[in-house]
């Protein structure tokens, strides 16, 4: 064995125990963390190849025809060169093998100051969790990549400015079971776990992730609570898997969850919100997908943040949720430094419709604990809506919400494109800054708008507002 390898057999053992923070009291465990499956990847046969430099690689493994990228092939090969692709392409080797200290990640980057800092300091609520592959994109050696500016602390997480909370959405208010948030008439967001294979820095549930002392449990009979809390409100329509993430239960438990609710005959529409085809696409396997396509209709949020997550391997994970039926819907947090342009933007959702997954929402960063650093001022996202109408399809502009605080429910912004009235014609402004009339008579709508511009108020149309 190569004296250079990060992950050896012992290493493995030692990884699978390691994880402790991830187990609650009520016995549920990050998936597959059984003596069989740890056996089955010790012993697992090396798969002999060669490294491609062209296109990805694809092998037979237990997660047959699955990508192995050219990035991920050069990373296995100077960290990993111990492990087959097959071990690489078990989700259940990326969860375990999850780089989550100090002493990780500097085998792999060079770190500032601050980070380093900040990784040793964050030891309670949202420690670093990376899974192998999605550490693959981050640049080991520039601390100004988005990514890696996403998924490592900086000083900034521990300054708490006006207006945060950890729990800014107020989902804790609205829970009616542990872990069933019930806030808008017909439909529930289900928090299923808060176990996730990789950990954002700007998390909205930061609160429940690492130490929570106790305060928040997941478990198989508070699902039960949860489907029954369902059953018994007829009004309940929609029912929105979330978590953490979803995707990381393992199959049968997740299986029994869906046929759990689709027992439930008013419950017409099931949602999973994930990012895990971007942080660990090699869980969707085949057997995954022909499990969620038993459970039409289906709908899957993915959370996607930058065109560099647009890798063969998240392609491959998004086709096949599709080729399954499953209608695919991205949102993306606007972050600072990070996003917000709209040339970052842009071709992200163009590649994400060539994927056939459809821009749905792009949010105002949540005022969570420490999340001053990501926000940008709501008039940035307004400018990039702005620069996207009328500039590319319409399918490639998602809607910008911002999820009101204190539990309001998300809140659609917009550009502002009437300007007004002239009688019976309101007065519209095109993507070009043309005006446009469109015959109303009798209709009030653009009245306010035509008593600011009396008021000589400007308008801005990259911001869709006025300035008196």
Same mark, same amino acid.
């Given at each position: 064995m190569k004296t250079n390898s990060i992950l050896n057999e012992s290493a493995v053992v030692e990884s699978s125990c390691a994880i402790q923070e991830d187990v609650n009291d009520q016995g549920e465990e990050p998936p597959g963390r059984t003596k069989?499956? +740890?056996?089955?990847?010790? #012993?697992?046969? @090396?798969?002999?190849?060669? =490294?491609?430099?062209? @296109?990805? $690689?694809?092998?037979?493994?237990?997660?047959?025809? /699955? &990508?192995?990228?050219?990035n991920s092939q050069q990373f296995i090969k100077k960290y990993y060169p111990d492990i087959s692709f097959s071990q690489w392409n078990d989700w259940k080797w990326q969860v375990r093998n999850r780089i989550r200290n100090i002493d990780m990640v500097e085998k792999m980057m060079i770190l500032t100051v601050e980070e380093?800092?900040?990784?040793?300091? !964050?030891?309670?609520? #949202?420690?670093?969790?990376?899974?192998?592959y999605y550490f693959s994109l981050l640049s080991p050696n520039n601390p100004e990549q988005p990514l890696r500016k996403t998924h490592l602390p900086v000083g900034g997480e521990f300054?708490?400015?006006?207006?945060?909370?950890?729990? &800014? #959405?107020?989902?804790?208010?609205?829970?009616?079971? %542990?872990? $069933?948030?019930?806030?808008?008439?017909?439909?529930?967001? /289900?928090?299923?776990t808060g176990f996730c294979s990789t950990y954002c820095r700007y998390c909205t549930r930061s609160r429940m992730v690492g130490e929570t002392n106790g305060e928040y449990s997941f478990s198989t009979s508070n699902w039960e609570k949860a489907a029954q809390y369902i059953e018994s409100h007829p009004e309940i329509r929609d029912c929105l898997l979330s978590g953490g993430d979803p995707l990381s239960i393992n199959d049968e438990k997740l299986e029994w969850l869906l046929t759990r609710l689709r027992s439930i005959s008013h419950l017409e529409f099931i949602r999973i919100g994930t990012k895990i085809p971007v942080v660990m696409p090699q869980r969707i396997t085949k057997d995954l997908c022909n499990i969620l396509k038993r459970f039409h209709p289906l709908w899957m949020s993915i959370h996607f943040t930058h065109p560099e997550e647009l890798t063969p391997e998240t392609i491959e994970a998004c086709n096949r949720l599709a080729d399954a039926g499953i209608p695919l819907g991205s949102q993306t947090v606007l972050l600072k430094g990070i996003n917000d342009d709209v040339n970052i933007l842009k071709p992200m959702f163009h590649g994400l419709l060539k994927m056939r997954v459809k821009p749905y929402y792009l949010y105002q960063c949540d005022p969570v604990f420490g999340s001053a650093h990501f926000r940008t001022p709501v008039e940035k996202g307004l400018e990039i809506i702005h620069q996207l109408r009328g500039h590319t399809t319409g399918y490639a502009i998602p809607q910008f919400v911002i999820d009101a605080p204190g539990?309001?429910?998300?809140?659609?912004? $917009? &550009?502002?494109?009437?300007?007004? !009235?002239?009688?019976?014609? #309101? +007065? +519209?402004?095109?993507?070009?800054?043309?005006? =446009?009339? =469109? %015959?109303? %008579?009798?209709?009030?709508?653009?009245?306010?708008q035509q008593a600011l511009r009396d008021q000589n108020a400007d308008y801005d149309m990259v911001s869709g507002l006025y300035s008196i």
């Open positions: 069989n499956s +740890l056996e089955s990847i010790i #012993l697992d046969v @090396k798969v002999k190849t060669t =490294y491609s430099r062209s @296109k990805p $690689l694809r092998i037979t493994t237990s997660n047959a025809d /699955f &990508p192995v990228s050219e380093r800092e900040s990784i040793i300091r !964050r030891t309670a609520n #949202l420690p670093i969790a990376i899974t192998p300054i708490t400015t006006p207006g945060e909370d950890p729990d &800014p #959405l107020n989902e804790d208010h609205d829970m009616v079971t %542990p872990g $069933l948030v019930h806030r808008y008439p017909d439909r529930v967001l /289900f928090l299923t539990g309001g429910g998300k809140i659609p912004v $917009l &550009p502002d494109y009437i300007i007004g !009235r002239d009688g019976d014609d #309101l +007065l +519209l402004i095109n993507f070009e800054g043309n005006t =446009y009339r =469109y %015959p109303d %008579p009798g209709g009030k709508v653009g009245l306010a």
